[in-house]
């Protein structure tokens, strides 16, 4: 969406910057691009024709595989889970108007312009005000994240939580290093190693993991 708007004033969205910004926060973005990119329109001509077209295109947007298949495991073993993003609460109900019965298996939501979230991710606060909502008040530790940006893997470790990452393909691999465990697709998680009930298709040699664990 980003490229569109500025291939339309003919600017170059370069590698380089959408590493730069992945998964920091809409308003970054149109603040960074419209500055770096010296785009002749104004950070909120930007923001609003970003708006438009996650309207048009965010509600078709693909899935990471596995995503389903993980979260649907989760809520059939009562596992609580909530969406923590850097997205804001309209692009969140763009997306879980696509998809209501996959969005209705999180508990809760929360968005970088939640009132109670001062700070976008890198800042822990997305992720602190997520855990405070689950009906038993988990401890950081207690909380397990799924991340694919280097942004959202640093919010979680500010927040005393693990992380499972699972990196863009665009990221350095010096992006990576600090996510308690990297992954390249989410079909490769094994539950199991974080004390979690085992893919019902998981080999019965892997259920045991977490037998020996304290």
Not at 5 to 17: E, G, P, Q, S
Not at 100 to 126: Q, R, Y
Not at 155 to 170: N, Y
């Amino acid at each position: 969406m980003i490229k569109k708007i500025c291939d339309k004033y003919n600017r170059v969205y370069t590698k380089a910057l959408q590493i730069k910004l992945y998964g920091v926060t809409d308003k970054q973005i149109c603040e960074t691009v419209v500055n770096e990119l010296k785009m002749p329109i104004s950070t909120y001509e930007f923001e609003r024709q970003l708006g438009d077209l996650a309207e048009k295109l965010l509600p078709s947007a693909p899935l990471q595989k596995g995503a389903e298949r993980l979260l649907t495991h989760l809520h059939d073993y009562k596992i609580p889970i909530a969406l923590a993003t850097n997205s804001t609460e309209q692009a969140v109900r763009l997306h879980a108007t696509a998809r209501p019965k996959l969005f209705g298996l999180f508990h809760h939501k929360v968005s970088v312009t939640d009132p109670e979230v001062f700070h976008g991710k890198p800042k822990p606060d997305i992720y602190l005000v997520a855990a405070s909502r689950f009906p038993d008040k988990p401890k950081p530790k207690q909380c397990l994240v799924f991340e694919d940006s280097a942004v959202g893997v640093t919010s979680a470790i500010e927040a005393g939580m693990q992380v499972v990452m699972i990196p863009d393909t665009r990221l350095d691999r010096e992006h990576t290093r600090h996510a308690t465990i990297v992954i390249q697709s989410l079909m490769d998680f094994q539950p199991e190693l974080f004390g979690l009930p085992p893919f019902d298709d998981t080999p019965r040699r892997y259920s045991r993991i977490d037998d020996n664990s304290s």
